[in-house]
């Protein structure tokens, strides 16, 4: 009974009775620690973990080592972790890592962006969030300790699934693998072309089955991208068609899409969207950056994108970093 109470009470404090219900989960952001790009997207059909923290929290600290065994303990599983910080820039979590051997994935949400449609506000008086992405993509709320996490994971783990299910794949392709498995395609997928195509023989055939398994990405992908561009929607196909040549490189996936790409970027349209892109990327760099006199330089960058390129997609998203 007092052991009910005090989950209670702890309950109570760790959930704002702000909290706003959220069927999504959009990470917008400024990067990661320990860990390469990870797109919740390439993710459906896995168990994600999302843990909300806050960097001061002593008792959050104090915690790591359970939740680095946690992560441990489903390492061949189709389980993702990731950690999201509490609006502090890339250069104190790269220290707060560095300092409490944390090893989770963690997204950098410096601005509050990912954080501030849910209600709440990580702080010292709201030192962590637990949620689930569940295989069919649906957001919900998980326990508040590592037990009950890995319960709760347990419950779904049978409705997930490895990209590679039923292919024995070589020590030495596991690393390549996971990569793979968890949407982390570049270099991995060219890579691994080669490897099906001329590697040695005790990694080529593992090399062919698993390549063989990523080939239907690609023709969905140059199917996607051919599809927007009957419809007239050039940018988006151009955008399709450099996702496809990005993760196929030295594959006739890529010449196919290249080619098709040096055609759409004669129209002016996507010459002005791909101008103002470079210029977002240019200012979103200075906004991530932990020195005040470059982030300061980013809102003229914004502004000059707005004015000369006021209907373009990166217009639309400068907007809103304002």
Same mark, same amino acid.
């Given at each position: 009974?007092?052991?009910?109470?005090?989950?209670?009470? !702890?309950?109570?404090? !760790?959930?704002?009775?702000?909290?706003?219900?959220?069927?999504?989960?959009? !990470?917008?952001?400024?990067?990661?620690?320990?860990?390469?790009?990870?797109?919740?997207?390439?993710?459906?059909? %896995?168990?994600?973990?999302?843990?909300?923290?806050?960097?001061?929290?002593?008792?959050?600290?104090?915690?790591?080592?359970?939740?680095?065994?946690?992560?441990?303990?489903?390492?061949?599983?189709?389980?993702?972790?990731?950690?999201?910080?509490?609006?502090?820039?890339?250069?104190?979590?790269?220290?707060?890592?560095?300092?409490?051997?944390?090893?989770?994935?963690?997204?950098?949400?410096?601005?509050?962006?990912?954080?501030?449609?849910?209600?709440?506000?990580?702080?010292?008086?709201?030192?962590?969030?637990?949620?689930?992405?569940?295989?069919?993509?649906?957001?919900?709320?998980?326990?508040?300790?590592? %037990?009950?996490?890995?319960?709760?994971?347990?419950?779904?783990?049978?409705?997930?699934? @490895?990209?590679?299910?039923?292919?024995?794949?070589?020590?030495?392709?596991?690393? @390549?693998?996971?990569?793979?498995?968890?949407?982390?395609?570049?270099?991995?997928?060219?890579?691994?072309?080669?490897?099906?195509?001329?590697?040695?023989?005790?990694?080529?055939?593992?090399?062919?089955?698993?390549?063989?398994?990523?080939?239907?990405?690609?023709?969905?992908?140059?199917?996607?991208?051919?599809?927007?561009?009957?419809?007239?929607?050039?940018?988006?196909?151009?955008?399709?068609?450099?996702?496809?040549?990005?993760?196929?490189?030295?594959?006739?996936?890529?010449?196919?899409?290249?080619?098709? @790409?040096?055609?759409?970027?004669?129209?002016?349209?996507?010459?002005?969207?791909?101008?103002?892109?470079?210029?977002?990327?240019?200012?979103?760099?200075?906004?991530?950056?932990?020195?005040?006199?470059?982030?300061?330089?980013?809102?003229?960058? !914004?502004?000059?994108?707005?004015?000369?390129?006021?209907?373009?997609?990166?217009?639309?998203?400068?907007?809103?970093?304002?």
């Amino acid at each position: 009974m007092r052991k009910l109470s005090i989950l209670a009470a !702890l309950a109570a404090f !760790l959930v704002p009775a702000t909290l706003r219900a959220q069927e999504t989960l959009e !990470l917008k952001g400024s990067g990661w620690v320990n860990s390469k790009e990870l797109s919740l997207d390439r993710l459906k059909g %896995k168990v994600v973990i999302v843990f909300f923290f806050e960097e001061q929290c002593p008792r959050c600290i104090a915690s790591i080592p359970a939740r680095n065994q946690l992560r441990k303990n489903y390492a061949d599983k189709p389980v993702v972790f990731i950690a999201i910080n509490s609006g502090n820039p890339k250069s104190v979590i790269e220290d707060y890592v560095k300092s409490n051997k944390f090893e989770w994935p963690i997204f950098i949400d410096e601005r509050r962006e990912t954080e501030k449609p849910f209600g709440f506000t990580i702080s010292l008086q709201n030192i962590y969030q637990w949620f689930m992405i569940d295989p069919d993509g649906k957001l919900h709320r998980t326990a508040f300790d590592e %037990k009950g996490v890995a319960e709760d994971i347990d419950k779904h783990l049978s409705e997930a699934k @490895m990209l590679f299910d039923g292919i024995s794949v070589p020590e030495k392709l596991k690393p @390549m693998a996971r990569d793979l498995e968890f949407g982390q395609y570049d270099p991995g997928v060219s890579e691994l072309a080669t490897l099906a195509a001329k590697g040695p023989k005790d990694l080529q055939p593992a090399a062919e089955a698993m390549y063989d398994k990523l080939k239907p990405m690609a023709e969905s992908g140059l199917e996607k991208a051919r599809a927007l561009e009957a419809e007239g929607k050039k940018y988006p196909a151009y955008g399709e068609y450099a996702r496809v040549a990005s993760w196929f490189r030295k594959t006739d996936y890529e010449k196919t899409a290249t080619t098709a @790409m040096a055609a759409l970027k004669k129209d002016k349209e996507v010459q002005d969207e791909l101008a103002a892109k470079a210029l977002l990327d240019q200012a979103k760099a200075l906004l991530s950056s932990s020195k005040k006199g470059e982030k300061e330089g980013a809102a003229p960058i !914004l502004a000059a994108l707005q004015k000369k390129y006021p209907g373009s997609e990166a217009a639309r998203e400068a907007a809103k970093l304002k």
